[in-house]
């Protein structure tokens, strides 16, 4: 099957090189073979926003319940599963990766804490992290940062550890246990690296299951509490294994990761798309659909993994029972017949909130609340304090840490202009 690119065959998914560029290829399976099987891997790539959105109305004909640690060859490592038998706890499947009934119970848990209210309560906290971490940025008027280990990391760790309920001065240990926990679904790491990843979520395992005691016995304000508290109500009744796996997964993990790539790559986009980045600071209340075209845009999970229950087609291909999807999001969010203009900022863009960054439907993202304030919150406190953003001179090209799962920038080095005072 070609394309302008030539053979789609001829593409890999699985290389670094192209997830650091995928959106012209995206664009040619679009064009050409909207549900496409990767030779190199036997699933299907869905890529039309029209397509993977039916797949999304259809949770029970496409089911969520992929593990994408399993489908690399040879599955996962038995030492890994050894590691988690002996030492810790097996983890179990995440909210966005299980079906009824067990995503109806964990879901029951976190659907009431990250609601529309519930957000709005703490705007004020993340304005205020979002400040502090600025304050900590090096003195002077004009500054030269990486602005994923200065901000765009720490803001929603901290947001979301405060949330927790856990000291901020373990904040350091949460970047490696948060890396370990994202990185396996990656399916790009080694062996070697995944049974290390392994042995630090042990670690954390254990870290998280002394302060779930501390609050079974004295219960604080914070989530550790209220799940403490859930796993002893009939109605939920969470085992140990899977209050650690909604923490360390569905909370920590989730509640950070998208969040640090999407304010990474919405600063890049910012920064070379000038005529957005000057309307963002001359009017602030363009910044909510400034969020919203950033997820589109650079989705941060650029794909999700749905397995066939029953035979079906769909877009014209023949589907059996078994077969595995990809919806890759990072296509369908840039779908023309969707989205006019869609590789740019369009921050009046008709319906903004219309993409498939956050889900739909029964997986709608749990956070998405959380995530677009924290989002609008990082993008206002930065034009708050500088009038001038641009890569730092002589900086590398931006580097996306290769990932068939998500899209973080391995680092951004800017240049920051202060604003007079």
């Known amino acids: 099957m070609n394309s302008p690119l030539g053979p789609l065959e001829s593409w890999n998914l699985m290389d670094p090189d192209v997830q650091q560029r995928p959106y012209e290829y995206y664009s040619a399976l679009r064009e050409h073979a909207p549900v496409y099987r990767m030779p190199q891997t036997g699933f299907y ?3 039309s926003f029209d397509l993977c959105r039916e797949v999304l109305k259809n949770p029970d004909l496409y089911a969520s319940g992929v593990s994408p640690m399993a ?37 029951a848990f976190l659907e009431p804490l990250f609601t529309a209210a519930k957000v709005r309560a703490i705007r004020s906290r993340i304005d ?27 803001l929603p760790m901290t947001v979301i ?114 005529q957005a980045l000057a309307a ?9 659909n400034l969020a919203e075209e950033i997820l589109r845009l650079e989705s941060p999970a650029q794909g999700m993994f749905r397995r066939v229950t029953r035979a079906t087609r769909l877009g014209g291909v023949d589907l059996a029972e078994g077969d595995l999807l990809s919806l890759r999001f990072g296509a369908a969010n840039r779908d023309e017949s969707q989205f006019p203009e869609a590789t740019r900022i369009d921050l009046h863009r008709r319906q903004p909130g219309k993409h498939l960054a956050l889900g739909i439907g ?11 304030q924290e989002i609008v919150s990082s993008f206002a406190a930065l034009l708050d304090r500088f009038d001038r953003l641009e890569l730092a001179p002589d900086a590398p090209a931006p580097q996306y840490v290769p990932s068939f799962f998500g899209r973080n920038l391995r680092e951004l080095r800017v240049r920051l202009s202060a604003r007079a005072s």
């Open 45 to 47: 790539l869905v890529t």
């Open 71 to 107: 489908l690399r060859p040879g599955g996962v490592p038995q030492e890994v599963i050894e590691t988690y038998q002996h030492h810790g706890w097996l983890p179990l499947a995440s909210c966005s990766t299980s079906d009824p009934p067990q995503h109806t119970r964990v879901r």
């Open 128 to 154: 205020r992290t979002a400040c502090e971490l600025l304050d900590a940025l090096p003195a002077g008027e004009t500054i030269e940062v990486d602005f994923v280990q200065a901000f765009s990391h720490p």
């Open 161 to 274: 550890a405060d949330l927790i309920g856990v000291p901020r001065d373990d904040l350091a240990r949460f970047k490696a246990w948060s890396d370990a926990i994202v990185e396996p679904f990656s399916m790009m790491v080694s062996r070697e690296r995944e049974l290390e990843c392994a042995r630090l979520v042990v670690e954390m395992q254990h870290y998280f299951a002394r302060h779930l005691e501390e609050r079974r016995r004295e219960p604080r304000p914070d989530l550790l509490s209220e799940l403490a508290q859930a796993a002893a109500e009939p109605s939920m009744a969470f085992s140990l294994q899977e209050q650690l796996t909604i923490i360390t997964i569905d909370l920590l993990a989730s509640g950070n990761e998208t969040v640090t790539a999407a304010i990474g790559s919405g600063l890049l986009l910012l920064i070379r798309d000038p």
């Open 280 to 288: 963002v600071s001359a009017d602030r209340s363009l910044l909510t």
């Open 362 to 372: 029964r997986h709608h993202c749990i956070g998405a609340q959380l995530a677009r």
